[in-house]
């Protein structure tokens, strides 16, 4: 007979922003909030781990000193019911380093790399998340046939809270808004 999963009660409540900011670092590693509900995210391949981390390292060069670019931390859209998304690249404020949670208004740009089993969530379900929280910039990326990566941008209209559609690129980002851009992202 198999061993069936029982997951914890607490994946069966809703969540709350004081009992989400009690749990430790460990706790909140790899989940995600949406309407006060725990979303667990399978572990990211290597891959695109890399490929996250390269365009942060390129997003942060590009930056200068008022911007920050990185990986791996909560971005709070609401606080009744919670949402915290974590999305795979953060540009924000560099003057909001400590400030926690980081919130909309500290956020430039969010980065989402489509893994296999995320592309609906990543096209649709967090780029309304991201635009109602008012953030002015979304990229999703994803992986073309040939392994290149194909990046799509996406321009906040702040009047209607939707994006519009901005540049797609191929393997080698060249950028001039919000900051001057350029990667190789090659065959990541």
């Given at each position: 007979m198999p061993a069936e999963m029982v997951a914890p009660a607490w994946m069966h409540t809703q969540i709350s922003a004081e009992q989400y900011e009690s749990w430790s670092e460990e706790q909140c590693a790899g989940i995600e909030i949406v309407d006060g509900m725990v979303v667990v995210s399978p572990s990211a391949s290597k891959r695109h781990n890399r490929l996250a981390r390269l365009?942060?390292?390129?997003?942060?060069?590009?930056?200068?000193?008022?911007?920050?670019?990185?990986?791996?931390?909560?971005?709070?859209?609401?606080?009744?019911?919670?949402?915290?998304?974590r999305p795979d690249v953060i540009v924000y404020r560099a003057e909001?380093?400590?400030?926690?949670?980081?919130?909309?208004?500290?956020?430039?740009?969010?980065?989402?790399?489509?893994?296999?089993?995320s592309e609906t969530?990543?096209?649709?379900?967090?780029?309304?998340?991201?635009?109602?929280?008012?953030?002015?910039?979304?990229?999703?990326?994803?992986?073309?046939?040939?392994?290149?990566?194909?990046?799509?941008?996406?321009?906040?209209?702040?009047?209607?809270?939707?994006?519009?559609?901005?540049?797609?690129?191929?393997?080698?980002?060249?950028?001039?808004?919000p900051f001057p851009v350029t990667a190789d992202l090659g065959a990541v």
């Open positions: 365009l942060a390292n390129v997003l942060d060069a590009a930056a200068g000193p008022d911007w920050n670019a990185d990986t791996d931390f909560d971005v709070r859209l609401q606080d009744v019911p919670l949402t915290n998304r909001t380093i400590d400030v926690t949670p980081t919130r909309p208004e500290h956020v430039l740009l969010v980065v989402e790399v489509v893994s296999p089993g969530t990543d096209r649709i379900v967090k780029v309304d998340q991201y635009a109602k929280a008012g953030i002015p910039f979304y990229w999703r990326v994803e992986r073309a046939a040939t392994g290149v990566p194909i990046v799509y941008t996406y321009v906040l209209d702040p009047a209607t809270k939707a994006y519009r559609d901005g540049e797609m690129f191929t393997g080698v980002i060249k950028a001039a808004a």
